[in-house]
């Protein structure tokens, strides 16, 4: 007599060898990880002597003025004032300032990888006037060393300044020196000498090109901020502390216009001392940066407010490949369910060893779309690499199952599944919801096809002939 195995015992092993092949879908996720970074250092490696991602600030006028400061020191036990005369700087921002800028963006390659890099071409107006009420921050007027004035532009990585820079005061040109930008940009850039003696406004006008990569960042300083953008790049991203009043995206290119005051900025025009560079969150999403994020106001010295416009791939395949991993165990779920309601209801055996290869290609479509999807990109590569699971354990299930019928049943299901994993990836907001009534009908099946079978009871294999009858 040889008995089977209980149904009960089979929906064990068969979640067993399930939860065993979590292991390798970890390594899976693992080998995703290793490939993005290995694609972000390949960027790296593109981007470098090009330019990175450029934070633009300024124009900014600074001028040095002298102011006494008191001293505690303690001389035999006594506490002795002493003053002294030191030089600070007075950072000034202009009245009102428009900046445009022209972004030409290109897709640059090595091997399988790629990086978006670009020109641009920034110009801009601003118009400075020195405040009445210089007092409140503790300057006095008369102590401004106006002779000494310097007009200085943040640029963050000033490796992509292009030849073409010009500057000019009331039309007339300045000579521009490297260095002494901005905190905003990490004090990188370019500046000039002026003097501000005779005027009482100043009126500048410039321009100049710079090299960059992913995206650019522009921190606004003044009473009034204008910044147009326009590109040819179709898929930009906006995010930072502020996003654009006007935009317009096409398959052509973008446009955006940005009007930021200082009340929003929470800024004075006279300012003691110099914001910090920004907080800058990964463009890619309309989203702005919360005050909490940004540090709040910058009156004191805390991190600038900016906004970003990032350069953004459309396909950022390595986050689609790691979501797409986190379904593994889903689709494993699904396949042993129904290879187990083949067994347990139709009759059909199915062994642990077969539970265990017919999970290890599921498992391989994630490295499969993975390899396929840095040469092809991730539709073409979802589609071979889901094809080619579909065609190996439909076959299999053939001969697991002892027929081609069902083998068809299996390859339907899987098909299915396969169409509605792209489904989720593509809809990300709606995944909980779809997934979750998937779960409740499958389920609802599970418990309708199983309602009369007893999971403790053993089938026999093989009844035992009848004694043959005595006379």
């Given amino acids: 007599m040889q008995n089977e195995r209980s149904p009960g015992l089979k929906l064990l092993f068969a979640i067993l060898i399930a939860a065993a092949l979590v292991i390798p879908l970890v390594f899976v996720y693992a080998l995703v990880s290793d490939r993005d970074h290995q694609s972000t250092v390949a960027q790296g490696t593109i981007t470098a002597g090009w330019g990175g991602d450029q934070v633009i600030a300024g124009p900014v006028i600074v001028i040095p003025y002298m102011a006494e400061q008191t001293e505690n020191e303690t001389v035999n036990g006594t506490v002795v004032n002493r003053t002294r005369t030191v030089r600070r700087e007075l950072f000034l921002a202009p009245e009102k300032q428009v900046v445009k800028t022209d972004l030409a963006p290109q897709k640059r390659q090595v091997s399988i990888y790629s990086s978006v890099i670009y020109r641009a071409g920034l110009s801009g107006t601003a118009h400075f006037a020195l405040p009445d009420n210089l007092s409140r921050l503790g300057v006095s007027p008369d102590k401004l060393l106006l002779d000494q004035t310097e007009l200085r532009f943040g640029v963050s990585d000033p490796r992509g300044l292009q030849s073409d820079a010009k500057v000019a005061l009331n039309g007339q040109p300045l000579a521009l020196e490297p260095g002494k930008g901005l905190a905003a940009s990490g004090n990188a850039g370019f500046h000039a000498l002026l003097d501000w003696s005779g005027a009482p406004a100043l009126d500048i006008t410039w321009q100049y090109s710079v090299r960059g990569s992913h995206g650019m960042t522009l921190v606004p300083r003044g009473g009034e901020t204008i910044w147009d953008v326009t590109s040819p790049w179709p898929h ?50 309309d989203r702005p940066m919360s005050p909490a994020f940004t540090g709040g106001r910058t009156e004191a010295g805390g991190p600038s407010m900016a906004a970003t416009i990032g350069l953004v791939e459309p396909v950022d395949l390595y986050s689609r490949v790691d979501r797409s991993v986190k379904y593994g165990f889903l689709f494993i779920g699904f396949t042993f369910l129904t290879y187990l309601m083949f067994d347990i209801v139709a009759g059909a055996r199915v062994a642990s060893a077969e539970y265990l290869l017919t999970g290890t290609g599921l498992v391989l479509f994630f490295v499969l779309l993975l390899a396929f999807a840095e040469v092809i990109g991730f539709s073409a590569a979802y589609i071979v690499a889901s094809l080619a699971i579909i065609g190996l354990l439909t076959a299999y299930s053939a001969a697991v199952l002892k027929s081609w019928r069902r083998a068809r049943f299996m390859g339907a299901l899987l098909l299915g599944l396969y169409a509605l994993l792209y489904v989720l990836l593509s809809l990300e907001a709606w995944s909980l919801l779809i997934g979750s009534v998937l779960l409740f009908v499958a389920l609802s099946g599970v418990m309708y096809a199983t309602r009369n079978i007893d999971w403790s009871s053993v089938r026999r294999g093989q009844e035992s002939s009848p004694s043959p009858a005595t006379s």
Avoid at 261 to 281: H, K, R
């Fill in 236 to 285: 930009p991203g906006f995010s930072g502390s502020f996003l654009p009043q006007e935009k317009t995206i096409k398959e052509t290119g973008f446009t955006a216009r940005y009007a930021i005051s200082n009340i929003a900025l929470g800024q004075s025009l006279a300012m003691t001392s110099d914001p910090l560079p920004p907080q800058i969150n990964e463009p890619g999403y």
